[in-house]
């Protein structure tokens, strides 16, 4: 990928990050990456489509509840913000391309700072909208999704698109309108709608049917919009069951589902599934992306991993093997992603003060993803894996079984059934044999 720089070179010393092989002692290659290798009939670059996330890498500071900044951004110093954005594109691009990342998602805030003014920032983005093209068309980064922050500001104090005040309600559409024509302009394939103020705190105040309604009056009124437009890629909803609302609409895959069969959405959206969420959930990633999966619903994913002693988001980079070969083998049954990819949605520590440090956490990321597509790619070609789960339901494959799923068993069918035929063998789940197994060919 021809690295693209703006006038001044941000990441100096560091160069384009290749794949070089697991034996090697570089810590700035990738030791199992190969973007050529093919995967499932097509190179790891087009199944895994990774991306990085515009807020965590050009925007995240480091600033937590209890401390000021601690990464000093070199591209944030200009007083215009147009001019200051442009030198954060200039260093985003710059990153991404010596990464070899092949997308990127952003927030429209990310791309440039906004004022209250609804006019002047819809120009400021258009002005970074063309900035980005520009870069694109240079460096042939693509663009995963775009979205809108109806979080931030403090007019979404009590929800975005779900406030119970309509004049709040129609600043989040200037957002999305704005968003998405930028996303549109960009060729963005897909656009995302995480709602974190779309909740509530407290039910005392709260007309909870009426907001989500509200809700999906809106994703109607956008979808339609976006076509009328051209957009043709897929809506992705991304579920999270909580922070910074106490409640949060999209609680999880299950949910998020089943809201728009309810408002008849199924055909335009999708999911964005976040490991760090559905562990807040109270759910594996993996039983996320398999809820996803067996309703044709498994658009995208936003990669990171919590932390097993706090309960909160922490948006760390990915590194447990199990967690991603498992999540891998549920993404290769399911076909791959619909129209998505993999979104490192994830950001270095607050004392990750180098500058390698970004690097460093985009390689793990991606290097783990690859090397769990490879065993899971092998434990489906090699192993009795897939055939052991389909053999545990072979009482359904024919006679009794078969009639029942059939629907062609009354209750009193299945009463008789059970009395002439005794009490049923103790069958064993084998979860050992089956993690063993997962183990086997990740060693
Ligand atoms: C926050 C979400 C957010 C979305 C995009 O928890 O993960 O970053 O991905 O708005
Ligand atoms: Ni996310
Ligand atoms: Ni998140």
Not at 107 to 112: F, L, N, P, W
Not at 228 to 252: A, L, M, V
Request: glycine fraction near 8%; hydrophobic fraction near 35%.
């Amino acid at each position: 990928m021809a690295i693209v720089k703006g006038e001044k070179e941000y990441f100096e010393g560091i160069g384009e990050i290749r794949y070089e092989g697991k034996d090697t002692d570089n810590p700035l290659a990738f030791r199992y990456y190969d973007e050529n290798r093919i995967v499932q009939g097509k190179t790891m670059k087009e199944y895994l489509k990774f991306a990085c996330a515009y807020w965590h890498s050009f925007n995240g500071n480091g600033s937590d509840p209890f401390g000021e900044p601690t990464h000093i951004f070199p591209w944030d110093v200009k007083s215009d913000p147009v001019e200051r954005a442009k030198d954060k594109m200039d260093a985003a691009f710059e990153f991404i391309t010596k990464m070899n990342l092949p997308y990127y998602c952003f927030h429209d805030v990310d791309m440039v700072d906004y004022g209250p003014d609804v006019a002047e920032n819809e120009r400021r983005l258009r002005v970074l909208t063309d900035y980005a093209l520009k870069k694109q068309e240079e460096s042939g980064v693509k663009l995963l999704w775009g979205t809108a922050n109806l979080f931030s500001n403090r007019r979404y104090m009590n929800g975005a698109i779900t406030n119970p005040d309509f004049h709040v309600l129609s600043h989040g559409a200037a957002q999305v309108k704005a968003a998405l024509d930028a996303t549109i302009a960009l060729g963005g394939e897909n656009y995302v709608f995480w709602g974190g103020r779309e909740g509530y705190m407290t039910l005392l105040n709260t007309d909870m049917k009426r907001e989500k309604e509200h809700f999906a009056r809106f994703l109607h009124t956008v979808r339609d919009y976006a076509r009328k437009n051209g957009f043709k890629g897929t809506f992705f909803i991304e579920p999270k069951p909580c922070e910074p609302s106490k409640h949060q609409y999209d609680y999880d895959a299950e949910t998020v589902i089943g809201f728009l069969r309810q408002y008849d959405l199924l055909g335009d959206f999708k999911l964005n599934l976040e490991v760090n969420h559905a562990t807040l959930a109270g759910h594996t990633f993996q039983h996320e992306l398999q809820v996803a999966a067996d309703t044709g619903m498994l658009g995208s994913i936003d990669a990171n991993r919590g932390d097993y002693q706090n309960g909160w988001d922490t948006d760390q980079f990915p590194n447990n093997i199990n967690e991603l070969v498992e999540s891998m083998l549920i993404i290769l049954e399911a076909g791959g992603f619909q129209g998505g990819g993999i979104n490192f949605d994830a950001k270095i520590r607050r004392n990750s003060t180098d500058r390698e440090d970004l690097f460093y956490a985009h390689i793990g990321g991606m290097d783990i993803f690859a090397k769990s597509l490879l065993v899971a790619e092998e434990i489906l070609q090699k192993s009795d894996y897939a055939k052991l789960r389909k053999d545990r339901y072979a009482s359904f494959d024919s006679g009794q079984g078969k009639a029942f799923e059939e629907g062609r068993l009354s209750l009193e069918d299945l009463r008789d059934y059970a009395a002439s035929n005794g009490e049923p063998r103790l069958v064993s789940g084998r979860q050992e044999y089956l993690e063993n197994l997962v183990n086997r060919y990740i060693f």
